[in-house]
């Protein structure tokens, strides 16, 4: 029970303070889930968040269901979708309350406009936390920029996108892998000829040693006989 309340708390505080959505969140999240609490490492962190990109629902929630499924099975996971929207229930619930008053109030639109500012820079954040999981090869760069094209440029739809890259990305893993078992197999091939070279190498010389050792036997058995006829 204690690991359920420690689940529930720990993303209760990340919902509470996260403004501008999952990606916001990443920084946050990392620090609590990875460094504080060790429940996964970085690269777990990054496979949750681009699984999620694929999954219907708020990014944010999916990954605290993930992080919950492997910290603590089915309860871990609704103890850590519990926590991330709570706050947001409860702080939606107040300004609906007081709506007419929030949205005229000069202090909260400077407060806005501020949090806005620290969106942008945690989005960055992710961002740059992405691009270092992500892209690797030259292969990534000319899907990420061909994707940020027609993510920015057309009407194209973001779910179509991600289809896409998820094709793109088992296609390249498939043709890696069979270059890999093409070049394995051509390496055992050469090492197999090698060693049949040397064995009928080594084959032959031993019949030259034979047929050597053969001929100097009948020599001297020659010589021996005509020495014999002689006396």
């Given at each position: 029970m204690k690991e359920l309340l420690t689940i529930f708390w720990t993303f209760f505080k990340m919902g509470a303070v996260t403004f501008g959505g999952g990606y916001a969140m990443l920084p946050i999240l990392k620090r609590e889930v990875v460094q504080s609490h060790k429940w996964v490492d970085d690269e777990t962190i990054?496979?949750?968040?681009?699984?999620?990109?694929?999954?219907?629902?708020i990014i944010a929630v999916n990954v605290a269901v993930f992080i919950g499924y492997r910290h603590k099975k089915e309860v871990g996971s609704f103890a850590a979708a519990l926590g991330v929207v709570t706050p947001s229930i409860i702080i939606i619930s107040i300004i609906a309350m007081f709506l007419s008053n929030f949205k005229d109030n000069v202090y909260v639109r400077h407060a806005l406009a501020g949090i806005s500012v620290c969106v942008a820079a945690l989005i960055l954040d992710a961002v740059l936390s992405l691009w270092k999981k992500g892209v690797k090869d030259i292969f990534g760069i000319i899907v990420c920029a061909a994707i940020f094209?027609?993510?920015?440029?057309?009407?194209?739809?973001?779910?179509?996108?991600?289809?896409?890259?998820?094709?793109?990305g088992i296609a390249k893993k498939t043709l890696d892998a069979k270059k890999s078992a093409g070049g394995s197999s051509s390496g055992n091939s050469a090492a197999d000829s090698?060693?049949?070279?040397?064995?009928?190498?080594?084959?032959?010389?031993?019949?030259?040693?034979?047929s050597g050792s053969s001929s100097g036997n009948s020599a001297a058995d020659s010589s021996s006989s005509r020495k014999e006829a002689g006396k």
């Open positions: 990054m496979d949750y968040y681009a699984l999620s990109q694929g999954l219907p629902g094209a027609l993510s920015a440029f057309t009407d194209v739809s973001p779910i179509l996108l991600v289809i896409a890259c998820a094709i793109l090698s060693s049949t070279g040397i064995s009928t190498s080594g084959s032959s010389a031993s019949s030259n040693a034979a």
